[in-house]
């Protein structure tokens, strides 16, 4: 069955350091992956996209990589704050006979100590 | 621009009722989906709608339905509600290009508790 599983237990570092948060998928053909934060009681809010034919997509402090191969993606957020706390969403974008489906992971909270 | 609103933030029903939820979509944007989040399960895709019509459908019952106006707000609907409805509800507009990426921009969601 098609799953994608993200690291359920939180993350807790340091402020200052690079987090990494990930994404595996199975039994999927993605078009597009993206990552969002969701903070408590909002909505989610879209960071980033990488399409299947990219390796790596930066923006600021933030880095994802996706490999087809290996169907993963690292997400990563340099010299941390913490702002930076809150819980990290990826989604994969495919096109099911026609119709497009977006599909999220259960996400991973991510903690930055001051 | 403004962004997604919903309508109501929270909600309280009991077992039984039928509730229903409103969004409005970012000016401009023609595609309206609602999700479902819940701690157990995540964020789980219930529908999406373009330009009146239902485009594409996630797995739940028949008492989850939607509509969408020709101004692009859109509705949803539960009937006959049961305890494990109880969750955010979450609706997200996108410009919706056939084969572009599909940037989804979340409202902050309606809390839903049925008692």
């Known amino acids: 069955s098609q799953k994608i599983e993200q690291n359920s237990e939180a993350l807790n570092i340091q402020e200052g350091k690079t987090a990494t948060l990930t994404c595996n998928y199975t039994?999927?053909?993605?078009?597009?992956l993206q990552w969002y934060r969701q903070d408590p009681g909002r909505g989610p809010v879209f960071l980033l996209l990488?399409?299947?034919?990219?390796k790596e997509k930066r923006k600021e402090r933030l880095k994802v990589t996706f490999d087809t191969t290996l169907k993963q993606s690292l997400f990563h957020i340099t010299a941390s704050q913490p702002a930076d706390s809150a819980t990290y969403l990826c989604a994969l974008d495919r096109f099911d006979t026609g119709r497009r489906a977006l599909t999220f992971g259960s996400g991973t909270r991510l903690q930055v100590q001051p | 621009k403004a962004g997604v609103t919903q309508t109501p933030r929270y909600l309280i029903k009991t077992r039984g009722q039928q509730v229903t939820l409103s969004c409005s979509p970012i000016?401009?944007?023609?595609?309206v989906s609602w999700y479902q989040q819940t701690p157990g399960q995540g964020l789980q895709f219930l529908f999406e709608y373009f330009s009146e019509t239902q485009r594409n459908k996630g797995n739940f019952p028949g008492r989850f339905s939607g509509r969408q106006f020709s101004n692009s707000r859109s509705e949803m609907n539960v009937s006959t509600l049961e305890l494990g409805d109880s969750a955010l509800y979450l609706c997200a507009s996108t410009y919706r290009q056939s084969r572009g990426h599909n940037e989804q921009f979340f409202g902050p969601g309606t809390r839903l508790t049925v008692l």
């Open positions: 039994n999927y053909s993605p078009a597009y």
């Open positions: 000016s401009g944007h023609r595609s």
């Open positions: 990488i399409r299947e034919n990219e």
